[in-house]
C-alpha cells in the first residue's frame, strides 16, 4: 500500500478525519435539500416562499410544510390588501371583490386617481419600458451647412 492510502493508526487523528467526513456530509445533505426545496418551490409555482425558509424543516414534511407556508402568506397578503381597500371605503362584497379583482391581476379604483390619469400612468410604465438606450448628444462641431446653422440657433 502507498503512504497516502494508509489510515492513521492513532485515535485522534481518526477522529478529526471522521468529524470532517461528518461535516462535509452534514453540509451536502443541507446543499441537496436546499435543491430539493428550490425545485419543489418552482414545480409548484410557490412565489412566496424560498429555499431558505425550507432550511428548518424535515425533508419528508418539505412539500407539505411549503405549501401551508405559502397559503399562509397568500392570506396574509390579502388581509393586508383588505384592510388597505377598507380604508379607502370598501365594505362587504364590494370590498371582497376588489380583493380578489387584486389576485387576479386588475388594479381596483383608488380614491383620488381618476382612469384618465391611470391610463396615462399605465402609457407612462409602457413607455419606460422601452428597451435600448437613448441617443447621445450630436457633436455640433462635425455639422456642416444647413444642420450647423439649426444646432447653433437652438443652443
Do not use: C, W, Y
Request: glycine residues 10%.
Amino acid at each position: 500500500m502507498s503512504d497516502e492510502h494508509e489510515l492513521p493508526t492513532d485515535g485522534g487523528s481518526l477522529r478529526t478525519m471522521l468529524q470532517e467526513k461528518i461535516g462535509e456530509n452534514n453540509r451536502l445533505q443541507q446543499e441537496l435539500h436546499g435543491m430539493r426545496a428550490s425545485t419543489l418551490i418552482q414545480e409548484h409555482g410557490f412565489t412566496l416562499v424560498s429555499a431558505e425558509d425550507a432550511s428548518n424543516i424535515a425533508a419528508e414534511d418539505l412539500e407539505t410544510s411549503l405549501r401551508s407556508l405559502q397559503e399562509e402568506r397568500v392570506v396574509g397578503q390579502a388581509d393586508t390588501v383588505r384592510s388597505v381597500l377598507a380604508q379607502q371605503g370598501l365594505e362587504g362584497d364590494a370590498l371582497e371583490q376588489a380583493v380578489s379583482n387584486v389576485f387576479n391581476g386588475e388594479v381596483p379604483a383608488v380614491a383620488g386617481v381618476t382612469s384618465a390619469s391611470a391610463e396615462a400612468s399605465g402609457r407612462q410604465r409602457d413607455l419606460s419600458s422601452i428597451p435600448g438606450k437613448p441617443p447621445g448628444a450630436v457633436s455640433t462641431l462635425d455639422l456642416h451647412g444647413r444642420d450647423a446653422i439649426v444646432a447653433g440657433l437652438s443652443k
